[in-house]
């Protein structure tokens, strides 16, 4: 097997492999700005320097040559080499700022040069605390600046696009963004303009920069001259809790980062699954966050004399026991939801199941044209797999309306039908409509009972995506009932480690009276005296559902959270995914 | 012809007729014989491989300034696979000093074109594009006329000349910036893209324009192939110094009684062409500093310059270079504070911005010269100077960064005295 050596000691390779990416792969570090492992090589940044040489090789007998000590005779380039474009070869030896003077002298004047020109303007910078240029500075810049002349100035606060702002006297020139937009996003928005150490990224003139998938350039920038027109200013990252998650926003189920404070998630972004997304995601799935903290329905909300009035958890449980008791179980609809986890719907079809009811159906929210091929689809729902596998019945839009039109009692899980069309509210005068939502609508709005629910934000739960993957999310906020320091599954933010609760930021109102449908139905259920019907997590959920369903075998959080995902063997089904 | 022997030296780029701009005085006067030659005798020119070894043994060293064996260059081409190949005529002289190319667009372009085409049969090429630099306007209009005029006469296009060889020639030209005259982000600007060099592997012969296999060549280089290949390439070997051999189109400037541009052998000693060829220093003023190849190459102190010749060996060992042999003639009233600076903003001006060192170095080399320039400057600024030059030199994509630090490293060094008298004295001592 070809071997290279770096530092001194020696790693086998195979294939072809970019160098800078071979010694990170190996744990290693060179401190670099322009590379991106999905993107081209310009090596413009000038940062990843390395000494590289090859051994000298007898051109007869083909064997490596030696010196005195036996050791191979090595031919070292003239010049320090840039490793994000090298390729490694057979014999290679490498030495990086560990091991030679040179190397860490050229990288400390590099980011001498770096920050000529760079405001340091820091403390008033989005990218303070996930920079790189301020991490690299101190791990590997100079102690301070010999530049005592005037800095270049160039345009700031320039709104490229209707997300993206861009402050050029922070921009290094790594040339990310556009590459972005001609090798990944293809839309060619972005270019550079003007000469030398004036040089700045922008869109032509009179145009916008707005790319389904500007934000992903924010987070490329190495620096903070990109930054997203509704994050800015709006907090420190040190402050926030980073929460592994799944874009519900549209059926892709881009892997994701969701960003919380005092329980209020300020912003999404994309997390790497080579399998799903890769780096990225698109602007939708970012503005997404806001339907975690805005319009949520906090504690259930009950009919009475026509008017939504605040009810109690109590009530709710009362009121559909009693509903459902009062009618024919065959007069009961429940409409499952493609916007629901896998176990959300699991649990109103065992819930109907039990009781001797239709089992659930539903219905698919496409709209055709939305996808592009890449990140966005059709399917704006992050789970009609899901149902598939359930084996739910899909229906068409009109027959959803027929099922509930000729129900007595329609128990409707975040679906918000009557927005989207499918119903209309005065066919249901005479019928008893309950909504499981995370959020208010038209379709609440005419309910005669609303029950809170978790988002995907606040529960751990599955969702299946449009190639038949399952994934999962993880608790990012807080509920009424639930709290982070007990809560094993919900991330542990810096100040929640090291901050007194004076540091942190808490504000009850915040936290929304709501509770994970399992733990609703499972109140229910004990109301009603029924057994084997008790869940306090979506994990035993997953438990059940893959020893039941083959479908699902092999399913686990465990399994999920290893594998970032597991795609399901679609040949198990007849079912059309 | 030895270099000293130079007085008898009859030009063959730039020679004494009249009008010879002309397509049919340049035919009249031999012209496109030797693009007939390689095209039709093939008693003399078996194949296109032949007379790339004849222009590898004439040794013309690019005149672009690198001095890289042109027809060795040539031989990099890999065969050809039926795909377009291009020759990229490098005509975005854009260096200070500089200004042979545009003696040959104005004066003999067809002793251009007709090198120009020698070499894409040589190497196969079907395309040759000339890249002139947007300032040359008149010339861009000249060189146009004469690519139409050869196009008219058949020298140009499809079967020159009953042959099965066609070929195309377009003129195409930049817009002001001299990183395009840098030879692969020449090739991005003739893709229409942002003047950005490439990085380097993949070489233009593998991988130049638009992807293809494609040569580069300085306009004087090419000039001179089909006098190479009219006479021989031990004809044109044995002219000058015998490591650069061949004629030079010398352009001298500044403070001399008549600059222009002169077509000498190499290896002249550059007293002979200050004080000879160029009628002396101006008004009877002492000479101080030459730079003898363009801005970037270094500048040389008069007491530097005894038995100094214009070849690349003996200006190596004085610690300078060849470069464009574009030279530039400074008496003993230039202020080398003032001409520093100058050069540091030149090369400010013209960083394109890819890589950090030139970008941000070049910017910060003029501004510390413009401080030493205003007399603002400390003593502390000139190791400053110095030290930034070693933080640019050798660590950028093409060779600019080089190019803007050679100059301040050397100026200073050698004109260490005169920059210090200018910078402010010290309140403290110096120990």
Redesign the interface.
Known sequence: MPEVFIDGKRYEYEGEQRLLQFIQDQGMEVPFFCYHPSMT???????C?VKVGQPVKDRETGEYEKDEDGERVIRWF???QTSC?IMIADGMVVKTQETDDLVKR?QK??L???L??HPLDCPICDQAGECPLQIQTYKYGPEGS??E??K?HKPKRVQLGPRVVLDAERC??C?RCTRFTEEISKTHQL??T??????YPTAAPGREFDDPYSLNTVDLCPVGALTSADFRFKARVWEMNQTPSIDISNGKGCNIDIWTRDNLVLRITPRFNEEVNDYWMPDEGREAYKRFNENRVSRPLQKLDNEQVNSSWNNAIATISEQVDGVDKKDVTIIASPHASVEENYILAKFASLLGMNPPVFTPHVEKGKGDGFLLTDDLAPNANGCRLLGFEEKSAAGIAAAVEKAKVVLLLSDHLADRGIITTDKLKDTFVAVFATNHSETTKNADLVVPITTAAEHAASYVNVDGRIQRTFPAKETKYSNRRLDLEMSEGRLDRYGTSFDNWITEENKIDCLPLWRFMSELAAYKGMENFAYTSGREIMDEIAAANDLFSGVSYEAMDEQSGITLDKTKTTVKL | MSSADWKNYEPVLIPNVKDIHKIDVYIKNGGYSALKSVLTDKKKWADSKSVVDEVKAANIRGRGGAGFNAGLKWSFMPPADGGPRYLACNGDESEPGTFKDRKIFEYNPHVFIEGALIAAYAMQITTIYVYIRGEYLAYIKMMEKAIQDAYDKGMIGKNIFGSDYSVDFHVTYGAG?Y?CGEETSMLESLEGK?G?PR?KPPFPAQKGLWGRPTTINNIETLAHVPSVINRGAGWFSSIGAENHPGPILYGISGHVNRPGVYELPSGIPILDLIHDVAGGMKNGKKLKAVIPGGSSTPVLRADQLEGITMDSESLRTAGTMLGTAGMVVMDEDTDMVDMLWRITHFY??????????C??????LE??ML?IKNGNGEVKDLD?LL?IT??ME????CALADAAAWPVRHTITRFRDEFEARCKKSAHAVV
């Open positions: 090589a310009p090596a413009n940044c000038r940062q320097m003239p010049k320090l474009n050229a004047d590099n001498e040069l770096i000529i020109n010999r530049f002349v005037k270049v290094i020139n040339t270019t550079i003007s000469r030398g150490d004036k040089n | 910036a990183i942002r950005y990085v400010h001006h013209e960083s394109c911005g890819q890589c950090t060192p970008r941000e170095g070049t910017g910060w501004k510390i401080k400053l030290d070693t933080q050798g660590r950028t994509i």
